[in-house]
C-alpha cells in the first residue's frame, strides 16, 4: 500500500466509511496480532487486544494527527496489550511456550536433526523473550521483530527515544545472557 492509500484511506475512515477502515484493518491485523501474541503468549487473549486495539483505533481515529499511521496503531496495541496483562495476572493462563515463532532459515530440507535443533531454538528465544520485563519485551518486538525505526518506536510506547534505546539494549543484553547458555543451537 502506498503512503497516499493509506492516507486515503486514514481521510476516509475519519469521514466514517467503514469499508476505508476495514482495509486498514486487513494491511495490518496480521502485524499488530504477532505484536499482541508475542507480548501475551496466549492467543484468546492476543485475539482480544487486538479486537481491543482495532476498536480503538477506529474510535480514535479523529484524534491521529499523522505520522506513521503503523506506530499509532501499535500504541494503541501495547496499550491494549498492557490491559491484557493486568488481566492475565489477575487470573493467570498459559505461558509463550505455545507461541508460533516465525524464523527464516535457508529454503532446504531440514535433517531431522536440524528441525529439532531449530525447534529447540525457537522455543528457547520465546522463553528468553517471555522472561523481559513487558516494556523491554515490547522494544524488542517492535525493533527486532516488527521493524519499526527507533522514532516510530518511541512514538508506539510514547517514550523518549533515550528510553526506547535503553529499554532495546537491556532487552537485548538479557537476551543475549539468556541465550549465550546455549550457543550448541546456533552452530
Not at 469521514?15 to 496480532?33: A, I, K, S, T, W
Not at 519499526?148 to 508506539?156: N, P
Request: hydrophobic letters at 40%; one cysteine or more.
Amino acid at each position: 500500500m502506498c503512503p497516499m492509500e493509506e492516507d486515503e484511506l486514514i481521510q476516509g475512515t475519519k469521514q466514517g466509511d467503514l469499508d476505508c477502515f476495514n482495509r486498514l484493518v486487513e494491511r495490518y491485523q496480521r502485524e499488530v496480532y504477532n505484536l499482541c501474541l508475542r507480548m501475551l503468549g496466549n492467543a484468546p487473549a492476543a485475539e482480544d487486544a487486538t479486537q481491543d486495539a482495532f476498536l480503538s483505533a477506529f474510535r480514535g481515529i479523529g484524534k491521529f494527527r499523522g505520522g506513521s499511521f503503523r506506530a499509532w496503531l501499535f500504541r494503541i496495541a501495547a496499550n491494549a496489550c498492557r490491559d491484557q496483562l493486568r488481566l492475565l495476572r489477575r487470573r493467570p493462563a498459559t505461558s509463550l511456550d505455545s507461541l508460533p515463532l516465525e524464523l527464516e532459515f535457508e529454503q532446504r530440507a531440514p535433517s531431522p536433526e536440524d528441525h529439532a535443533l531449530r525447534q529447540e531454538l525457537g522455543e528457547e528465544i520465546k522463553r528468553a523473550l517471555a522472561g523481559l520485563p513487558p516494556d523491554q519485551r515490547l522494544a524488542v518486538i517492535l525493533r527486532d521483530i516488527e521493524g519499526l525505526d527507533y522514532e516510530e518506536i518511541a512514538q508506539a510506547t510514547a517514550s523518549s527515544l533515550g528510553t526506547v534505546k535503553s529499554r532495546l539494549s537491556r532487552g537485548r543484553a538479557r537476551l543475549r545472557d539468556h541465550l549465550g547458555q546455549y550457543r550448541e543451537l546456533f552452530l
